[in-house]
């Protein structure tokens, strides 16, 4: 699978919508391409022609950085590219947070931070007692680890057993107002969630071996949800981006998006 030439299409898109939209969030849209990718290309199971049948389940809990799904999706097949022309136009199909059913293949609606793996503890639970194979995965943002909710969520999980239920959390090191852990101190992050009864592992999120490996080796353990720690760059690929914390806010004007989409297509 050439995991590459499909996340650069996926980062242009991205830049693409954050410039026509004149929109925000491009930064950590973009922290999370090679994730998504992978998850989209090599990992669910999953069928464009059939959305709404049986499948693996992708929650985006960090909903504000939809732009990087929608344009997974389109990617995908799930819809038509040009439809990503519309994302966060007045009466467009695309919101700025994923909203469900606004095309296909968006499972729920998120952006209320912690929310998003609650959702999906609650969906493989009603797996699990369905006696169902489909799995739930699950991108969080580093900064919604702040919220208490997750943690509740975690718990629910473990104590349930939920081998079926996946979290990966984009680990870019930036959230609204500053980095990560100035603001409120994640370390040590894995081992939080193993005290938690998950197992926990840490990745390159940039490393498409390092992911794909790591995701099909799921359940690591019988009996326990699986947690990954996906280390990753807020903004990659866009040098003017990279770990800049008003990307999270700005949309490029023409020259910067010239210049963002020469470097995506050099990566």
């Known amino acids: 699978m050439d995991y590459s030439s499909l996340a650069k299409q996926i980062r242009e898109n991205i830049v693409r919508m954050a410039f026509l939209a004149k929109n925000s969030h491009v930064a950590c849209a973009l922290s999370c391409a090679d994730i998504l990718t992978v998850l989209y290309f090599g990992i669910l199971s999953i069928d464009p022609k059939n959305p709404h ?43 700025g947070h994923s909203t469900k059913d606004c095309v ?16 999906g503890a ?10 169902g194979k489909e799995r739930v995965f699950v991108l969080l943002s580093d900064g919604e680890c702040d919220e208490g909710a997750l943690w509740e969520a975690a ?40 005290d938690f009864g998950w197992v926990a592992g840490s990745v390159d999120g940039h490393s498409y071996e390092e992911l794909e490996r790591a995701l099909k080796a799921i359940p690591q353990e019988q ?3 699986t947690v990954l720690v996906a280390h990753t760059i807020n903004g990659k690929g866009v040098s003017y981006m990279e770990n800049k914390l008003d990307w999270h806010y700005k949309s490029p004007n023409e020259e ?12």
């Open 53 to 95: 049948g049986p499948r693996d389940r992708f929650i985006l809990s960090k909903g504000h950085a939809a732009s990087a799904l929608y344009a997974t999706l389109a990617e995908r097949g799930f819809f038509p590219a040009e439809v990503l022309d519309s994302y966060c136009t007045d009466g467009g199909t695309l919101t």
């Open 256 to 267: 910067q998006y010239q210049q963002a989409i020469e470097e995506i297509r050099s990566l």
């Open 223 to 225: 009996g326990k949800p």
């Open 122 to 131: 609650g969906m493989a639970l009603a797996e699990k007692r369905g006696n």
């Open 155 to 194: 718990l629910f999980a473990s104590h349930h057993k939920l081998d079926n239920l996946v979290a990966i959390v984009d680990y870019n090191k930036f959230q609204g107002f500053g980095k990560t852990n100035d603001i409120l101190n994640l370390e040590p992050l894995e081992k939080k969630w193993q």
């Open 104 to 119: 296909p293949g968006v499972e729920v609606s998120t952006g209320s931070l912690g929310h998003g793996l609650s959702i």
